[in-house]
């Protein structure tokens, strides 16, 4: 879990609260994230791990309870306070706020102490729950029916890791994410490479949370699919009469974001032409609307995502190296969820208890036979695949199931759960065999079962096997069982 909470402070004026501000950083370490409207507090509760919201009643947009009724649904983990004016509150209210399930008022005027101590103890409130939940649940778990017993995954929420919303146990994420928050600190571009649905728009979104630009915009633009004429003058604007159809002037996303983030998805789709006026923009932090003789600058952080490895592009002449350089201030290559198993059980976990929380049916958790089948299946579209699935299996569970095999799609339960292991311990080829190749043999049956079993998270293994990580790694590598997923 990260480390440093955050609060969503969704507030009119912002110098009324800056004393409150202030007691929330400084006296206590948390992180402050701003909005003063409806609309921007929702997308920050979208893309930002939020712990707490306060929430002002006069809050500009539909209203405030309105806002704490969505968190509930977007960060259901979150607690939600709201800040009513000093004659506030009558019975419909109360009921709307019931429906918010708000942890706690508080009255205007703001007292700052007083604000740093409620959040406090609703950030104590939230753990303690989030630890009893946990807790019910391993009860539930040990004294349930055999299927769910022993799984080591049955844990999983415990020791999980995220990056604002990107959840992880695997080694190969974790680094990444190490580099993502260091890249996220500096102005330098970051390119974000790895197959469809693997993560790289939320590890977009991520690297901004984490910047210092968190108080400007984050805006996306999508590559693909779009004319020259059209990118460039989302991107860079344009003057009245450009093009025909060209009526006013148009600034641009460039200069829209200024101080902020762009996130440019599919990068590798740009044509030759607007690879040029890219470049112009990342070396010098120039914008050329289209149509203009005036160059503006402008000072926004650039993260492009790509399916497509640019390296190979280049070698290939299809897109200019100088431009691939430069964007790849930082290279991130997300890998595939077949290359990190161990994430497939916490996500499938983290999925169910998102659309359970949306969809309001109770459910037990998951059968050991569902997270079986998950990890043989090969997700050519990832996270994404996972989570559609999911999404499906809970929408055909019922208040008090388990999810289990019934509830799967056809694809997935076709697949065959392994269980071979217990046959294949009694057809090690021992006979004839040499003492040497027959403990190998042992050996390499003892790893690759601990490895399964342990859902390919290697510090447990080696751990439990009495290896050192290195002694693991080269046992993985001399019986090349990296390779066997
Ligand atoms: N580590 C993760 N934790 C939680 N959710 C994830 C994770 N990775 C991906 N997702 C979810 O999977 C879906 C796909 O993620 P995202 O859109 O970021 O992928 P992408 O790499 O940009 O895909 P594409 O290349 O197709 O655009 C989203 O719903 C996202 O929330
Ligand atoms: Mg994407």
Redesign the pocket.
């Known amino acids: 879990m990260a480390s440093v909470s955050t609060i969503l402070l969704a507030i009119t004026y912002e110098q009324e609260w800056a004393a409150a501000k202030s007691v929330l950083t400084n006296e206590y370490g948390y992180r402050v994230l701003v909005a003063n409207t409806e609309k921007k507090a929702l997308k920050l509760a979208e893309d930002a791990n939020i712990d707490l919201v306060i929430c002002e009643s006069s809050l500009e947009g539909e209203s405030a309870l309105h806002v704490l009724q969505q968190c509930r649904v977007i960060c259901p983990n979150a607690m939600r306070i709201l800040v009513k004016e000093s004659n506030g509150g009558n019975k419909k209210n109360r009921e709307a706020a019931e429906r918010a399930a708000i942890y706690q008022f508080i009255r205007k005027p703001i007292d700052a102490e007083q604000v740093g101590m409620v959040v406090k103890r609703a950030l104590e409130a939230a753990e303690l729950s989030r630890r009893h939940r946990l807790i019910s649940r391993e009860l539930k778990l040990d004294d349930d029916s055999p299927v769910f017993a022993n799984r080591p995954g049955g844990k999983v929420s415990a020791d999980c890791s995220n990056f604002e ?4 146990v695997s080694e190969s ?1 974790a680094e990444l994410c190490n580099i993502a928050k260091q890249a996220a600190r500096t102005d330098l571009p970051i390119l974000i490479q ?10 977009a979104r991520a690297i901004h949370f984490n910047s210092n630009r968190t108080d400007s915009p984050l805006i996306v633009q999508n590559c693909g699919g779009i004319s020259d004429e059209m990118l460039h003058s989302e991107l860079f604007g344009h003057v009245r009469g450009a093009f025909p159809g060209a009526i006013s002037d148009r600034l641009g996303l460039f200069r829209a974001a200024d101080g902020g983030t762009v996130f440019l ?1 599919e990068i590798s789709e740009i044509s030759p032409a607007f690879q040029v006026s890219l470049l112009r923009l990342v070396q010098e932090g120039e914008v050329k609307p289209l149509g203009s003789d005036r160059v503006y600058h402008c000072d926004v952080r650039i993260i492009c ?1 790509s ?1 497509r490895r640019l390296s190979e592009m280049v070698a290939k002449g299809d897109y200019r190296q100088d431009l691939y350089f430069r964007l790849k201030g930082f290279e991130l290559v ?1 890998p595939p969820l077949r290359e990190r198993r161990e ?1 497939i059980a916490v ?1 499938a976990e ?1 999925f169910t208890q998102k659309y359970t929380e949306l969809t309001n049916v109770n459910l037990l958790g998951i059968s050991n036979d569902v997270l079986d089948r998950l990890q043989l299946h090969p997700f050519p579209g ?3 695949e996972l ?1 559609n699935e999911i999404q499906r299996m809970v929408a055909l569970a019922s208040d008090g199931e388990y999810l289990t095999s019934r509830h799967m799609s056809e694809e997935f339960s076709a697949i065959i759960p392994d269980t071979s292991f217990k046959a294949s311990y009694a057809n090690l080829p021992l006979d004839g065999a040499t003492l040497k190749e027959k403990v190998e043999s042992l050996e390499k049956h003892l790893v690759t079962e601990a490895l399964r079993r342990l859902r390919w998270n290697q510090s447990k293994v080696a751990k439990e096997l009495g290896l050192s990580r290195v002694g693991l790694a080269n046992k993985i590598k001399r019986y090349q069982l990296a390779n066997t997923g």
């Open positions: 919303k990107l959840v992880y994420m790895g197959e469809t649905g693997t993560g790289k728009e939320l590890m998805d995502a399916n997300v994430d996500l983290f990832n996270v994404r989570e």
